[in-house]
């Protein structure tokens, strides 16, 4: 291939983009595909020589606009790429055509070789296989009926042949029914009903008014409580009104609780109290009581957790996580919390060998679970493997990884990360590290980063922990008087220290600063004629983002991790979320309400710990990192605080 020599090169230096015979007309194919102009992809198709690297693209790019009926033509190029990237997309985009042709057997011989199929592709293989006269899978597809979403269209064929059969029973609609209006999904509600008896469908009304005005519902005689389904509607209304209020959901409930059955009921009470657990309010533990485990969903027990773990109330904890599926008990957040609670309540010795293992693991809870070992049972230290420049000429060499960096050069950076991910997906250690190092001299950080965290044996924290800009940082960090290991953890965090970064709400650059925030920054430092624009520079970008990180540290009692959540969220939620007694860090990270939120400021403050130890900065535990998180104070934020620009709705759970 044209590339593989520079590529070679790029592996041993950090060497100049370099344009080949046909990037232009790459170019220029990609832009046609993306506007679905077959003729000027035929045109510039013309222009790319056969031996070019991404010349397999451009037919890909013509095949998923011209051939997704020409069978023969799309068998030739899977055969010629087989595993690639480009055979995946093609391969899925084609068994739909066939599913929507019916053309089973041709659906059933090349659907085993999807790798990654999803609802669609699975809806039509069972439905392939039926109509092959095989219904030998038919209870595994009736699993992908139990789920609040809305389905493929697909689906619909395969579900009404399930209910046909008998497989998809009264019960199981009434079940998915719940799962809709939980999930607040009322419009998938309204079809899934359709499957009910037409005397026990609940109407399409009632369930508009309960998203509408819950209390109104609630409030007025329209219900009919002997009838399933009005009862349905009235849980789905009590959830809607507790997301607003628990007061006037609590009054409504108990209004209501004799007309409802008892697992009803208990069901009420899990929906109020993860919602009360979610505002962190003090109802919530004693309404979980109410509710019992069984009447709970895991992502309610995990807030039934969450609200003892505010309440320091150490045996809920342990009967919330107890009562957990395997697969939530099972992940590091609840096997580490678990440990805490069993420690608080004098089981040491059945904690110990829950920290022992977690402390093998390299992220935050393995962090804090090293921390309650103490010095006596540290982990092992981990060496940096460096992979030599014949394993970086090897892994360059590799079809995918060559095609990933000249889509990567020629600014195709969507198509480059996908084509680098499915490549490495199969990679050993060894392989993983070179190509981590490969990207990292090519400056593709959050590729070197990404596909250095993914080794399972050899490791190497240098790639992990990237520090470009580092003089640019220091300089920041030290100008605002801030711990230079957090800016880092940070800016890691929110870019991956990619400078061009831009969120989907506009925040830009290494540090994702909004541009009404970079506004007022501007006019703190005296700086006229600013243009948000500016911060896709580099040195302009870290000022500003350590000056507000430092603005907002000082603004909630100096405590690092309060300002790390307001970085994300917002100055008033991360003051809003305090409690009116100190509480351990670690547990107010715990209960940020947000998800994005919450897994943001682990990430920022475990960064933090690696990047202190990089720069040889003193050892200082995670917890001592993380501190306490002081009470809450009356007095609101600052009318000068640019809270609304950064207040964007993070991702809730």
Known sequence: MIRIGFFLLLALSAAPAWAAPGDAAVLKAQQAFAARKLANLEHAARGVPAGHVLAPYVEYWRLMLTSRTDDARIADFLARYPGSRMAEALRADWLKSLGARAAWPLYLAEYPRLVRPDIAHQCYAYRAESAQGNRSHQREAVTLWFTGRDMPSVCTPLFEQLIEAGLIREEEVWRRLRLTLEAGNPSVARVVANALPEAQRPAAALIDLASRDPARLLDADKLDFSRRGDREIALYALDQLA????????????????????????????????????????????????????????????????????????????????????????????????????????????????????????????????????????????????????????????????????????????????????????????????????????????????????????????????????????????????????????????????????????????????????????QRLGIKRFHPNEMQNPAKNIQFGAYYLKHVQTSLDGSPVLATAAYNAGPSRAQRWRDTRPMEAAVYIESIPFAETRDYVKKVMSNAIYYAERFGQPSVLLKERLGTVPPRKTPAMPAADPDAPLEVEPADD
Do not use: C
């Open 243 to 522: 997301k607003r209020s628990s007061g006037q959901a609590e009054q409504a409930l108990r209004r209501l609780a004799a007309r409802l059955g008892a697992e009803e009921q208990r069901t009420a009470w899990a929906r109020l109290a993860t919602w009360a657990a979610r505002r962190h309010e003090a109802s919530a533990l004693p309404w979980f009581q109410q509710a019992g485990a069984m009447a709970a969903n895991d992502f309610q027990r995990e807030w039934w957790a969450r609200a003892a773990l505010r309440a320091a109330d150490w045996q809920a904890v342990l009967r919330a996580i107890d009562s957990m599926g395997e697969a939530a008990r099972t992940q590091p957040i609840w096997r580490y919390w678990r440990a805490r609670a069993l420690q608080a309540s004098g089981q040491r010795a059945a904690a110990t060998p829950v920290f022992l293992e977690l402390s093998r693991e390299f992220h935050y809870y393995g962090q804090l679970a090293q921390e309650e070992l103490g010095p006596v049972m540290q982990a092992p230290p981990v060496n940096n493997a460096k992979m030599s420049g014949d394993d970086l000429a090897a892994v360059a060499r590799q079809p995918g990884i060559a095609r990933a960096l000249a889509l990567q050069e020629l600014g195709l950076r969507s198509d480059a990360g996908q084509e680098w991910n499915w490549s490495i997906g199969e990679f050993s250690d060894a392989q993983l590290l070179a190509a981590a190092e490969l990207a990292r001299r090519m400056e593709w950080y959050d590729r070197a980063i990404n596909t250095a965290e993914r080794t399972r044996e050899l490791h190497d924290f240098e790639l992990r922990f990237l520090a470009p800009y580092r003089e640019l940082a220091q300089q920041a960090a030290r100008e605002n008087q801030i711990d230079e290991a957090w800016v880092f953890g940070l800016m890691r965090q929110e870019s991956r220290f990619i400078n061009v970064a831009r969120s989907s709400v506009g925040a830009s650059g290494l540090m994702q600063i909004m541009p009404a925030t970079a506004r007022w920054i501007a």
